[in-house]
């Protein structure tokens, strides 16, 4: 089945800084790509997602991520953090039935 | 208009006691699901189901007993609930090659 890895558990970074959040996934054949956040107390929400074609996907809140296959990764970038980007970031990957594994999150902490 | 509802949004209740979970979408979505977000905020799938038909059904005590009466409409029922069943349970919807919506989560605490 497929799996979705994020390495880092926890990251701080100034407000005003660039961010990138890394996501390794394992699927044998094209996987269906997202990226949802989540504040506290509050549901998932839909950042962005890849299903085929250009590699690098646009999201809201200014955020985008980039499909590489030879890396089996799909990291997301924002070139400037802002405070209210602080939250938990999951990585997810879906196979054709959309059955939907998650990564264990990145919480991310923005410093003033 | 809310996409994907549940309810209750907060339960506290003691072990061993039966409690049910409801949730309905709007989204005319064909496919239902049940994610479990432990302490550390892990997402894990326990069921999700296709027009009323169960299609994933991970490792879950069968005291966990999910009920779609239509397709817009998923419930969790558990039995005998227990300490570690505390968590946040989320629904979510989907069709086919589209995200998944989510509910805002049913925190559930057994004492």
């Known amino acids: 089945a497929q799996s979705v890895t994020q390495p880092d558990i926890h990251i701080t970074v100034s407000e005003g800084a660039s961010l990138e959040l890394r996501c390794n996934y394992s699927?044998?054949?094209?996987?269906?790509l997202f990226w949802y956040v989540q504040s506290p107390g509050q549901g998932l929400q839909l950042l962005l997602k890849?299903?085929?074609?250009?590699?690098l996907v646009q999201g809201i809140k200014g955020f985008e991520a980039e499909f590489k296959r030879s890396q089996s990764s799909f990291n997301l970038r924002k070139p400037s953090v802002h405070w209210s980007d602080a939250a938990e970031y999951f990585c997810a990957v879906a196979d054709n039935n959309n059955d939907m594994r998650f990564g264990a999150g990145t919480r991310l902490t923005v410093k003033p | 208009d809310t996409a994907v509802s549940q309810t209750p949004k907060y339960l506290v209740t003691q072990m061993g006691n039966d409690k049910s979970i409801k949730c309905e979408q709007n989204l005319g979505h064909d496919t239902m699901y049940w994610y479990k977000q432990d302490s550390k905020k892990f997402l894990k799938i326990m069921f999700s189901y296709n027009n009323k038909e169960l299609i994933i059904n991970e490792t879950v005590p069968n005291r966990f007993s999910p009920k779609s009466p239509d397709k817009a409409h998923l419930n969790l029922h558990i039995n005998s609930l227990e300490l570690g069943d505390s968590a946040v349970y989320f629904c979510?919807?989907?069709?086919?090659?589209?995200?998944?919506?989510f509910g805002n989560g049913t925190r559930l605490t057994v004492t």
């Open positions: 890849y299903f085929s074609g250009d590699t």
């Open positions: 699927y044998g054949a094209t996987p269906y």
């Open positions: 979510a919807s989907s069709s086919s090659g589209s995200p998944l919506h």
